[in-house]
């Protein structure tokens, strides 16, 4: 029973020795004050110090944020993440980027993984399996659009043996290679969500998450397994309950995010009470329940103030704003979006959750805009959007949905402040994304941006914007 037990636990992280070769005879310290120095060189903040130095050269964090991956390519001109040591950062959006077990062998999602062995010259063969999967996509991608992309990439989800493995009467324990699966189903929808929305990929998504909690009942084979599967399965009902949330479908998220929280008080895990939290507060603003989202971010913000994210605590600031902004309450809202700034300009930390990888000076930029248009404040809404748009646009460019959303929020806006010619440029540029992202959310946003701008149809631009519009809409 012990060497099961040692079997099942997690290895260590595997030190970063590039990166260490790189900091030469330097302290961390003395190299934490170069990061930074480069960071204002170009722009960036981060609270870099040597104990950051110390756990990416542990091997704790295996791909940084975007933040210091822009410094750390400043620093070391003409070399990829993977010559300064990191994996890909498509082999660990999510809760993926935890450590993994050193070879899995039967759930994962795009196949096996690989064990060490099969390792070639700094590049494993998963990444050329992601390839692979990256060409079916663009493949399925221009003969069926996005709800294909989702069917060619949903497919392969693991979890299927598993769930009728699950389905077998008899126990079935979860071991590291079940959970790698649950974590990688994280990665893999929120990599999907960041490039096309969510109307394709719900329905897909929901069977691995059917799996995860019937792992979770059937039990695990030691303690640490049994934390990252609740982790992980907590974290794949927020995943799933966004999809719902972004696809219009609001019970279904209410419900999904019940359950990630119902898990996070299980398991006594904070990171993902203050998650759960969070989103429940933007689904409360969304669904027109205002209260209950400043409540809610309240709450979230409880859960989180022990986890030592100055980014995360600045997340959940911005969501009681948009909470007091419903409630047409000007002041409240302006204090809290004064503590998410502070927050936020207190720069990264080795500490914030992964899954907060889209929280940048875009994200930043586009929840304030919505505040401000809540609030009826349109050109004051509209500079926000147009900034979220410009850093999106410029700095994480592979989020396409989020591009398009801010753009949508940008064209909402300035019809409202009468520019409509210029609303329905920014309309047309949400029209042209909506080839590749499918989000009722962002079309539903669109389509209240048509509504405002029928009275200057007569104008060109605005013409042209309302019959393209109208014409997708019937397709």
Same mark, same amino acid.
């Given at each position: 029973?012990?060497?099961?037990?040692?079997?099942?636990?997690?290895?260590?992280?595997?030190? /970063?020795?590039?990166?260490?070769?790189?900091?030469?005879?330097?302290?961390?310290?003395?190299?934490?004050?170069?990061?930074?120095?480069?960071?204002?060189?170009?722009?960036?903040?981060?609270?870099?110090?040597?104990?950051?130095?110390?756990?990416?050269?542990? =091997?704790?964090?295996?791909?940084? /944020?975007?933040?210091?991956?822009?410094?750390?390519?400043?620093?070391?001109?003409?070399?990829?993440?993977?010559?300064?040591?990191?994996?890909?950062?498509?082999?660990?959006?999510?809760? &993926?980027?935890?450590?993994?077990?050193?070879?899995?062998?039967?759930?994962?999602?795009? &196949?096996?993984?690989?064990?060490?062995?099969? $390792?070639?010259?700094?590049?494993?063969? $998963?990444?050329?399996?992601?390839?692979?999967?990256?060409?079916?996509?663009?493949?399925?991608?221009?003969?069926?659009?996005?709800?294909?992309?989702?069917?060619?990439?949903?497919?392969?989800?693991?979890?299927?043996?598993?769930?009728?493995?699950?389905?077998?009467?008899?126990?079935?324990?979860?071991?590291?290679?079940?959970?790698?699966?649950?974590?990688?189903?994280?990665?893999?929808?929120?990599?999907?969500?960041?490039?096309?929305?969510?109307?394709?990929?719900? $329905?897909?998504?929901?069977?691995?998450?059917?799996?995860?909690?019937?792992?979770?009942?059937?039990?695990? !084979?030691?303690?640490?397994?049994?934390?990252?599967?609740?982790?992980?399965?907590?974290?794949?009902?927020?995943?799933? =309950?966004?999809?719902?949330?972004?696809? &219009?479908?609001?019970?279904?998220?209410? !419900?999904?995010?019940?359950?990630?929280?119902?898990?996070?008080?299980?398991? &006594?895990?904070?990171?993902?009470?203050?998650?759960?939290?969070? /989103?429940?507060?933007?689904?409360?603003?969304?669904?027109?329940?205002?209260?209950?989202?400043?409540?809610? *971010?309240?709450?979230?913000?409880?859960?989180?103030?022990?986890? =030592?994210?100055?980014?995360?605590?600045?997340?959940?600031?911005?969501?009681?704003?948009?909470?007091?902004?419903?409630?047409?309450?000007?002041?409240?809202?302006?204090?809290?979006?004064?503590?998410?700034?502070?927050?936020?300009?207190?720069?990264?930390?080795?500490?914030?959750?992964?899954?907060?990888?889209?929280?940048?000076?875009?994200?930043?930029?586009?929840?304030?805009?919505?505040?401000?248009?809540?609030?009826?404040?349109?050109?004051?809404?509209?500079?926000?959007?147009?900034?979220?748009?410009?850093?999106?646009?410029?700095?994480?460019?592979?989020?396409?949905? /989020?591009?398009?959303?801010?753009? *949508?929020?940008?064209?909402?806006?300035?019809?409202?402040?009468?520019?409509?010619?210029? *609303?329905?440029?920014?309309?047309?540029?949400?029209?042209?994304?909506?080839?590749?992202?499918?989000?009722?959310?962002?079309?539903?946003?669109?389509?209240?941006?048509?509504?405002?701008?029928?009275?200057?149809?007569?104008?060109?631009?605005?013409? *042209?914007?309302?019959?393209?519009?109208?014409?997708?809409?019937?397709?």
């Amino acid at each position: 029973m012990a060497s099961s037990s040692r079997a099942s636990s997690p290895p260590p992280p595997r030190p /970063n020795l590039a990166f260490r070769r790189l900091r030469g005879q330097r302290s961390p310290g003395e190299f934490a004050a170069l990061v930074r120095r480069a960071a204002r060189e170009i722009g960036e903040r981060v609270s870099c110090d040597a104990r950051y130095v110390g756990r990416v050269e542990a =091997g704790e964090i295996r791909c940084p /944020n975007y933040a210091y991956e822009r410094v750390f390519l400043h620093m070391f001109p003409g070399r990829t993440l993977t010559d300064l040591g990191f994996v890909p950062r498509e082999a660990v959006r999510g809760r &993926g980027a935890r450590t993994e077990p050193e070879a899995p062998t039967a759930y994962t999602l795009g &196949g096996p993984a690989v064990p060490d062995g099969l $390792r070639h010259h700094g590049r494993d063969t $998963r990444r050329n399996n992601g390839d692979e999967e990256s060409d079916v996509r663009r493949r399925a991608f221009m003969t069926g659009g996005t709800a294909t992309v989702a069917a060619a990439s949903l497919t392969a989800l693991p979890l299927g043996g598993a769930a009728e493995a699950a389905a077998v009467p008899g126990p079935r324990t979860a071991g590291d290679a079940e959970v790698s699966a649950v974590e990688e189903a994280v990665r893999r929808i929120r990599l999907l969500d960041d490039r096309h929305g969510a109307d394709g990929l719900y $329905r897909r998504a929901a069977a691995p998450l059917r799996t995860a909690y019937a792992l979770l009942d059937a039990g695990t !084979s030691g303690p640490g397994t049994t934390d990252r599967l609740y982790a992980g399965a907590g974290e794949l009902a927020i995943s799933v =309950g966004w999809l719902a949330h972004d696809s &219009g479908r609001f019970d279904d998220a209410r !419900s999904h995010y019940a359950e990630a929280l119902a898990t996070a008080r299980m398991s &006594g895990d904070p990171g993902l009470e203050a998650h759960a939290f969070c /989103n429940t507060a933007f689904l409360a603003r969304d669904a027109g329940r205002p209260r209950e989202a400043v409540r809610a *971010a309240q709450a979230a913000a409880r859960a989180a103030r022990h986890l =030592g994210s100055s980014r995360l605590l600045s997340l959940i600031a911005l969501r009681e704003a948009g909470g007091w902004a419903g409630l047409g309450d000007r002041g409240g809202c302006e204090r809290a979006l004064a503590r998410a700034h502070a927050l936020f300009d207190q720069g990264p930390d080795g500490r914030d959750p992964e899954w907060m990888s889209f929280y940048g000076p875009a994200e930043v930029a586009g929840l304030e805009a919505q505040c401000w248009s809540a609030l009826g404040h349109w050109e004051r809404a509209a500079r926000h959007a147009h900034r979220a748009v410009d850093v999106a646009v410029a700095r994480t460019p592979q989020f396409t949905r /989020n591009i398009a959303l801010y753009t *949508a929020e940008l064209a909402d806006d300035l019809a409202r402040a009468g520019r409509p010619d210029e *609303a329905a440029a920014a309309g047309q540029r949400v029209l042209a994304l909506l080839d590749e992202v499918q989000s009722s959310r962002i079309q539903g946003m669109l389509a209240t941006t048509a509504r405002v701008l029928l009275p200057h149809r007569r104008a060109a631009g605005v013409s *042209a914007f309302l019959e393209d519009h109208a014409s997708r809409a019937r397709v």
